[in-house]
Protein backbone atom coordinates (compact mmCIF):
# COMPACT_ATOMS: atom_id res chain seq x y z
CA UNK A 1 0.00 0.00 0.00
CA UNK A 2 1.67 3.61 -1.03
CA UNK A 3 1.07 6.19 1.38
CA UNK A 4 0.59 9.57 0.32
CA UNK A 5 3.34 11.68 2.55
CA UNK A 6 1.63 15.02 1.52
CA UNK A 7 -1.60 13.88 2.81
CA UNK A 8 -0.14 12.81 5.84
CA UNK A 9 1.22 16.00 6.35
CA UNK A 10 -1.86 17.70 5.63
CA UNK A 11 -3.37 15.79 8.36
CA UNK A 12 -0.66 16.50 10.68
CA UNK A 13 -1.26 20.17 10.60
CA UNK A 14 -5.07 20.26 10.57
CA UNK A 15 -4.90 18.04 13.93
CA UNK A 16 -1.79 20.62 15.35
CA UNK A 17 -3.83 23.26 14.38
CA UNK A 18 -7.31 21.91 15.49
CA UNK A 19 -5.26 21.34 19.05
CA UNK A 20 -3.73 24.96 18.94
CA UNK A 21 -7.61 26.66 18.78
CA UNK A 22 -9.04 24.63 20.79
CA UNK A 23 -7.34 25.68 23.91
CA UNK A 24 -7.64 29.10 23.19
CA UNK A 25 -10.36 30.12 25.61
CA UNK A 26 -13.58 31.87 25.01
CA UNK A 27 -14.83 34.77 27.71
CA UNK A 28 -11.95 33.93 30.10
CA UNK A 29 -11.83 36.19 32.86
CA UNK A 30 -8.94 37.49 35.11
CA UNK A 31 -8.89 39.77 37.59
CA UNK A 32 -7.07 43.19 36.40
CA UNK A 33 -4.25 44.32 39.05
CA UNK A 34 -4.69 47.90 37.84
CA UNK A 35 -8.44 47.78 38.34
CA UNK A 36 -8.60 45.65 40.86
CA UNK A 37 -11.62 44.06 39.18
CA UNK A 38 -12.96 41.26 36.92
CA UNK A 39 -12.03 41.72 33.65
CA UNK A 40 -13.00 39.38 30.21
CA UNK A 41 -9.43 39.06 28.51
CA UNK A 42 -8.50 37.43 25.18
CA UNK A 43 -10.43 35.84 23.09
CA UNK A 44 -14.65 37.30 23.71
CA UNK A 45 -17.70 36.24 21.62
CA UNK A 46 -21.29 37.83 21.92
CA UNK A 47 -22.34 35.29 24.68
CA UNK A 48 -19.24 36.63 26.97
CA UNK A 49 -20.35 40.30 26.47
CA UNK A 50 -23.92 39.90 27.29
CA UNK A 51 -22.83 37.91 30.65
CA UNK A 52 -22.33 39.71 33.63
CA UNK A 53 -22.23 43.52 34.60
CA UNK A 54 -20.71 44.14 31.39
CA UNK A 55 -23.71 42.41 29.91
CA UNK A 56 -25.91 44.28 31.75
CA UNK A 57 -24.90 47.78 30.34
CA UNK A 58 -24.61 46.15 26.58
CA UNK A 59 -28.75 44.83 27.18
CA UNK A 60 -28.92 48.31 27.90
CA UNK A 61 -27.15 50.24 25.33
CA UNK A 62 -28.39 47.90 22.52
CA UNK A 63 -31.76 48.29 23.35
CA UNK A 64 -31.79 52.22 22.95
CA UNK A 65 -29.77 52.50 20.38
CA UNK A 66 -31.59 53.08 17.11
CA UNK A 67 -29.05 52.66 13.39
CA UNK A 68 -30.23 55.09 10.85
CA UNK A 69 -32.48 52.82 8.45
CA UNK A 70 -31.78 54.36 5.08
CA UNK A 71 -27.55 54.39 5.67
CA UNK A 72 -27.73 50.48 6.79
CA UNK A 73 -30.09 49.60 3.95
CA UNK A 74 -26.84 51.17 1.96
CA UNK A 75 -24.16 49.29 3.46
CA UNK A 76 -25.45 45.84 3.62
CA UNK A 77 -24.58 45.76 -0.21
CA UNK A 78 -20.93 46.53 0.33
CA UNK A 79 -20.29 43.70 2.94
CA UNK A 80 -18.55 41.19 0.37
CA UNK A 81 -15.43 39.73 1.84
CA UNK A 82 -15.43 42.48 4.74
CA UNK A 83 -14.27 40.59 8.75
CA UNK A 84 -14.48 43.07 11.60
CA UNK A 85 -11.91 43.09 14.45
CA UNK A 86 -13.00 44.82 17.54
CA UNK A 87 -10.45 45.82 20.73
CA UNK A 88 -12.20 46.20 23.81
CA UNK A 89 -11.88 46.99 27.34
CA UNK A 90 -15.12 45.57 29.64
CA UNK A 91 -13.81 48.00 32.18
CA UNK A 92 -13.58 51.08 29.58
CA UNK A 93 -16.75 53.17 29.05
CA UNK A 94 -16.58 54.04 25.62
CA UNK A 95 -16.15 50.15 25.04
CA UNK A 96 -19.39 49.62 27.19
CA UNK A 97 -21.22 52.31 25.13
CA UNK A 98 -20.04 52.05 21.82
CA UNK A 99 -20.08 48.05 21.77
CA UNK A 100 -22.96 47.28 21.80
CA UNK A 101 -24.26 50.03 19.38
CA UNK A 102 -21.74 48.20 16.98
CA UNK A 103 -23.62 45.08 17.65
CA UNK A 104 -26.91 46.67 16.81
CA UNK A 105 -25.72 47.84 13.53
CA UNK A 106 -23.95 44.31 12.46
CA UNK A 107 -27.07 42.74 13.72
CA UNK A 108 -29.55 45.25 11.55
CA UNK A 109 -27.25 44.51 8.11
CA UNK A 110 -27.43 40.45 9.02
CA UNK A 111 -23.47 41.09 9.10
CA UNK A 112 -21.96 37.19 9.46
CA UNK A 113 -20.47 36.79 13.23
CA UNK A 114 -18.28 34.41 11.31
CA UNK A 115 -16.34 37.77 9.60
CA UNK A 116 -16.23 39.02 13.69
CA UNK A 117 -13.47 38.54 16.12
CA UNK A 118 -13.48 40.30 19.60
CA UNK A 119 -10.29 40.56 21.65
CA UNK A 120 -10.52 41.78 25.16
CA UNK A 121 -7.85 43.85 26.33
CA UNK A 122 -6.63 44.76 29.87
CA UNK A 123 -5.97 48.17 31.34
CA UNK A 124 -2.46 48.00 29.83
CA UNK A 125 -3.62 46.72 26.26
CA UNK A 126 -2.72 43.39 26.83
CA UNK A 127 -4.45 40.04 25.56
CA UNK A 128 -2.06 37.22 27.32
CA UNK A 129 -0.83 35.34 24.36
CA UNK A 130 -2.93 37.50 21.76
CA UNK A 131 -0.54 39.59 19.80
CA UNK A 132 -2.09 42.56 20.26
CA UNK A 133 0.66 45.15 19.71
CA UNK A 134 0.37 44.16 15.47
CA UNK A 135 -2.68 46.08 15.89
CA UNK A 136 -1.47 49.40 17.24
CA UNK A 137 -4.31 49.65 20.02
CA UNK A 138 -4.00 52.63 21.22
CA UNK A 139 -7.70 53.16 22.64
CA UNK A 140 -10.48 50.74 22.88
CA UNK A 141 -12.81 50.48 21.45
CA UNK A 142 -11.32 49.93 18.31
CA UNK A 143 -13.02 48.47 15.27
CA UNK A 144 -10.47 47.62 12.45
CA UNK A 145 -12.34 46.73 9.15
CA UNK A 146 -11.03 44.78 6.60
CA UNK A 147 -11.81 43.73 2.79
CA UNK A 148 -9.79 40.23 2.82
CA UNK A 149 -6.03 40.39 4.35
CA UNK A 150 -6.21 44.33 3.84
CA UNK A 151 -7.14 47.48 7.01
CA UNK A 152 -9.63 49.29 5.30
CA UNK A 153 -9.79 51.55 8.00
CA UNK A 154 -10.92 52.03 11.67
CA UNK A 155 -13.52 53.44 13.93
CA UNK A 156 -11.47 54.18 17.09
CA UNK A 157 -13.10 54.90 20.39
CA UNK A 158 -15.64 56.99 19.54
CA UNK A 159 -17.45 57.56 15.86
CA UNK A 160 -17.32 60.89 13.92
CA UNK A 161 -20.51 60.92 12.84
CA UNK A 162 -22.50 57.98 13.96
CA UNK A 163 -20.82 53.73 13.82
CA UNK A 164 -23.30 53.16 11.05
CA UNK A 165 -22.23 56.32 8.77
CA UNK A 166 -18.10 55.84 9.68
CA UNK A 167 -18.65 52.49 8.54
CA UNK A 168 -20.24 52.96 5.76
CA UNK A 169 -17.24 55.79 4.48
CA UNK A 170 -14.70 52.91 5.23
CA UNK A 171 -16.66 50.65 3.14
CA UNK A 172 -16.40 52.90 0.39
CA UNK A 173 -18.61 54.04 -2.47
Request: net charge neutral; aromatic share 10%; glycine share 6%.
Amino acid sequence: MKINVKLLWLIAFFMVAGNVLMSQEINRKIMDPRLNEEILYGYCNRDGLEAGEFGKVFKEYYSIYEPDKEVLGVMRSKLDSVSVLIVLGTWCSDSQEQVPKFFKVLDKIRFNEKNLTIICVSKDKEAGEIDVKKYDIQKVPTFIIFRGSKEVGRIIETPVTSLEKDLLMLLGD
